[in-house]
């Protein structure tokens, strides 16, 4: 009786010494679940030519399961490992984010036509090449969309085609020109020569018929 009394005693015993050391083990075996990390993979941007003007077409796709990322702000960092440019892109809605800013040196007027573009300066009545005015955009460049992740994408400065060119004319015509500048003067001028040559011609007409 006592041999059977004490075997249970040593049983009991074993269990209550195994039971923390199989939590322990059960501890040491758990791996926690890490949050997903954010991404923006699927965004992109692309430079186009639209009525002469260059323009940077972009689309931001947030990815954030576990709700990680604190700013919903997006930005596309341009650089050429020494010059820099940020644009500001707007805000994410849901997640998104779809839309066209302007080259960095490119303009527009109020008509939405084109009168300025990197690497140009209108000068002494014509339009010249510079080093400056975002010139370095138009080459190798380096392009990042930024809101808390951040992803590289492929850009470069759109090509001429038979139907656009994000380059300012140089046919000297008045829509080389900025609106602003000398086309704004010619109009005028033009238009009163033109006043003045159909009011000498019906004077002349007139002194024909006085003498008739």
Known sequence: MKTKTFAVL?????????????????????????????????SSAVGECDRDVPWIFFEVALTDPDKQVTSNEAKLVLTNGTETATLPLGPLVD???????????????SSGNANGWPGWAFENGVWVETDGNFRWTRGAITATIEVNPSVVVPLSYPPATPVCDANPPQSGSAAALPATGMAAAILPITVFGLLAAAAGVILLLRRRSARH
């Open 10 to 42: 040593v049983l009991s015993a074993m269990l209550v010494l195994s039971t923390p050391l199989a939590a322990a083990a059960d501890a040491d075996d758990y791996t926690p679940t890490d949050p997903a990390t954010p991404s923006l993979a699927g």
């Open 95 to 109: 997640g998104t984010l779809k839309g066209r800013v302007l080259w960095p040196g490119a303009s527009i007027d």
